[in-house]
């Protein structure tokens, strides 16, 4: 059984063609997506800036409306609830945000804003005092933390601030946006290894949204890769580099820097096209042809589906 199932998730928005110009153009977010997450599992979801990531984060924790589809979690349709049924159900999952700064409140101190998510379900005083010391122990922080402000410490501990605000309510599922690409690559290994133990050691599952193959590859067990809201190919993490074959996994997986310049100049960069098309006007067929060294007739006109390859792949390719 899977814990989350997305089922064909639309998300569109309106906005003006401009301010003198009452013209309405739909802005296609996110775009018919589907894939589940299992009990236990990272899902890595990978794409170029403006792809849609964030935006799917948001739909599945519910801080944004679906324009359609439907989300499952524990086998429970989730996008149509509201009120109190659905504030029970944000005990479930929570969202960690890429910046460290603006997701605390600086007039706080750690240990309120650790509590606070306690707070909203009604726990007594002194259990959130208890469990506020415990999360600060857990993430690695010192009890001594609790009475500093968001400003008296480091990127790096304000993320694990949010990793501990985020584990408050004991959730099965973490939407990571981008959680470490604001901080200093030690500091990124160090957040991520907590994760990593984190994850283990509770059977947490997590939606890591990135935009780091190497930091993906590392702690997912399936990598979803997304391309103007939609996603293109789904895959196992191991093995990543030799295993994606869609023509867009390939850019990004051969656009990751290679640290031996002997290396790098031996490899063959793919030659992709231009900048990703405006998602208010999607092109037709495949939505990577204006930008594929591989395009034919076929992907300029029809529509490529994800189709299954082998155990736990799936691509959408016609050339495949």
């Known amino acids: 059984m899977s814990l989350l199932e997305v089922k064909d998730l639309v998300k569109h928005y309106t906005r003006r063609k401009s301010l003198t110009n009452n013209l309405k153009l739909i802005v296609h977010a996110v775009d018919g997506v589907s894939f589940s997450i299992a009990k236990g599992e990272v899902l890595g979801l990978v794409g170029e800036s403006g792809c849609g990531k964030s935006t799917l984060g948001r739909l599945i924790t519910r801080l944004e409306e679906t324009t359609g589809g439907e989300i499952y979690f ?42 606070e998510p306690m707070l909203n379900f009604g726990m007594a005083e002194s259990f959130r005092h208890n469990k ?15 009475e500093k402000y968001p400003h008296e410490l480091s990127g790096g501990q304000r993320q694990r601030v949010n990793i501990a605000r985020a584990l ?16 200093d690559v030690s500091i990124r290994a160090q957040v991520l290894k907590l994760m990593q133990r984190l994850q283990q050691k509770l059977l947490l599952s997590y939606l890591f949204i990135s935009h780091d193959l190497a930091a993906v590859s ?22 990543l580099e030799k295993a994606g074959t869609h023509p867009y996994t390939r850019v990004l997986i051969e656009s990751v820097p290679v640290p ?30 204006p930008r594929c060294p591989r395009a034919e007739e076929r992907c300029r006109i029809e529509k490529p589906g994800l189709r299954k390859f082998e155990s736990q792949h ?6 495949l």
């Not at 509201?82 to 603006?102: A, E, H, V």
């Open 74 to 115: 524990r086998e429970e349709e989730i996008s149509s609830l509201r009120g109190s049924k659905l504030r029970l159900m944000r005990r479930n999952f929570q969202i960690m945000f890429q910046d460290t700064s603006s997701s605390l409140n600086p007039r706080w101190k750690i240990s309120p804003i650790i509590e």
């Open 132 to 146: 506020c010391l415990e999360l600060l122990d857990l993430v690695g922080l010192d009890k001594s933390d609790a």
């Open 168 to 183: 408050a309510l004991e959730p099965a599922l973490l939407v990571c946006d981008e959680p470490v690409s604001s901080l």
């Open 218 to 239: 590392n702690i997912a067990d399936r990598v979803a890769v997304m391309y103007l809201g939609q996603i293109v190919e789904i895959l196992p993490a191991a093995g």
């Open 260 to 289: 031996d310049p002997h290396r790098a100049g031996a490899l063959l960069r793919p030659a992709v096209r231009g900048e990703p098309p405006d998602p208010s006007n999607p092109p037709p067929g495949c939505r990577f042809h």
């Open 314 to 319: 799936y691509a959408a390719c016609h050339l």
